[in-house]
């Protein structure tokens, strides 16, 4: 299983269990898609501070 469908499966497991059903496959792998983009930013960001610190005295 990709980590995509992994994902898109654990959030819709865990709406269902909060009573949200109305969502359909697409939108699922849409959230997924931003929340992988969201976490490549933070990755990003977290790396750059990473190298900053490590230069700054």
Do not use: C, F, W
Not at 4 to 33: C, F, H, P, T, W
Request: aromatic letters at 2%; charged letters at 30%.
């Amino acid at each position: 299983m990709s980590v995509k469908a992994l994902m898109a499966a654990i959030l819709r497991d865990q709406m269902a269990v909060r009573g949200v059903n109305s969502l359909s496959a697409a939108d699922y792998e849409e959230i997924v898609e931003l929340l992988i983009e969201q976490i490549r930013e933070l990755e990003l960001s977290l790396a750059v501070r990473e190298i900053t610190d490590k230069h700054d005295p």
